[in-house]
């Protein structure tokens, strides 16, 4: 009887080690490193990662040109709901100048994660998806000079940090509707080949949309620029939306218009400037706009110049 009960003891302790053991492991962080070397698809969901997760250094490099070396990521990545603690980086660049950047061939999807410390992934090229929904950023976000071939949903994203989206090249559709930039978001020299959608977005700080290039529609409907929003020198080729939406300053000097732009029901607190600017189509119905000041000179349409005062005229004000 004392065997039975000895032995009967002994495996319920191993079985106690056993499981503990179990969740211990399903606990630790992801090593990701043999998988993203073998382009197995990655998978995690309610985890949180401390250490950094740098691709320039999980991965050999290829030399693309005398300057750029790439890392091909051969995996389909997915986290959902996770926490990163460290870094990512996907841009480095070495004492010779010579930059490393990251190619994503398959999917990218980092859905409702929290990154607690910079990402950056300047230079990246996206060839499949890239799905950072309801993402939270809170230091510094770097997307300058990306390509995304495909979809790039950033939608319901938040940005405590300067957020960066210089020279990114959005082929497919940009969706950034309800999203909070609660410092200064840089979009300068941007090209847009498909519909990029804004709208419902808040700016808390200064928002930089100078020099893009708007091939399809853009669209900031309901935003809240609570400073100053800048757009100028900028081509809007299609369509271009910004209906009921409050800001501190607009301007628009020197852009170019190829539909009639519609600003309606809006709130200019201070400032809406078009000075510089041409109209292919005609000159934008502001009747149901509201600012402060509204600058115009040296306005073009068809060809056809327009004083400060024709402008006001044609535009209902």
């Not at 992801?30 to 250490?51: A, R, V």
């Not at 490099?61 to 603690?85: H, L």
């Not at 510094?140 to 405590?160: G, P, S, V, W």
């Amino acid at each position: 009887m004392r065997t039975a009960i000895l032995i009967a003891t002994i495996f319920t302790t191993l079985n106690i080690s056993c499981a503990t053991g179990q969740k211990n492991s399903s606990s630790n962080e992801p090593d990701m490193k043999e998988q993203l070397k073998n382009g197995t698809n990655i998978y995690f969901e309610n985890k949180t990662i401390s250490t950094d997760l740098n691709f320039t250094n999980l991965l050999q490099p290829v030399v693309e040109s005398n300057g750029i070396n790439r890392c091909y990521v051969n995996s389909a990545i997915t986290f959902k709901q996770c926490t990163f603690k460290g870094k990512i980086t996907g841009y480095a660049t070495d004492q010779s100048g010579k930059s490393t950047m990251t190619y994503f061939q398959k999917s990218v999807t980092f859905i409702d994660c929290i990154f607690e410390d910079d990402i950056n992934l300047r230079g990246a090229i996206f060839s499949a998806p890239a799905n950072f929904q309801g993402c939270s950023f809170v230091k510094k976000a770097d997307f300058q000079e990306c390509h995304f071939y495909t979809d790039a949903l950033l939608n319901e994203t938040k940005y405590r940090e300067e957020a960066f989206f210089q020279n990114a090249v959005f082929m497919k559709k940009m969706i950034l509707m309800n999203a909070r930039f609660e410092s200064n978001v840089y979009f300068q020299n941007a090209v847009f080949y498909f519909d990029a959608q804004f709208s419902n977005a808040e700016f808390q700080k200064y928002a930089d949309f100078t020099v893009c290039t708007f091939q399809m529609g853009v669209f900031f409907n309901y935003c809240k620029f609570q400073q100053q929003a800048v757009f100028s020198s900028s081509v809007f080729s299609k369509r271009f939306e910004i209906l009921s939406t409050t800001a501190q300053q607009l301007d628009m000097r020197k852009c170019h218009f190829g539909f009639v732009p519609k600003l309606m029901k809006s709130n200019i607190v201070s400032e809406l400037d078009f000075s510089g600017s041409h109209f292919t189509d005609g000159i934008p119905d502001l009747k149901e706009t509201s600012a402060a000041t509204i600058l115009a000179s040296e306005i073009v349409l068809c060809d056809k110049s327009y004083s400060q005062e024709q402008f006001l005229k044609a535009s209902g004000k």
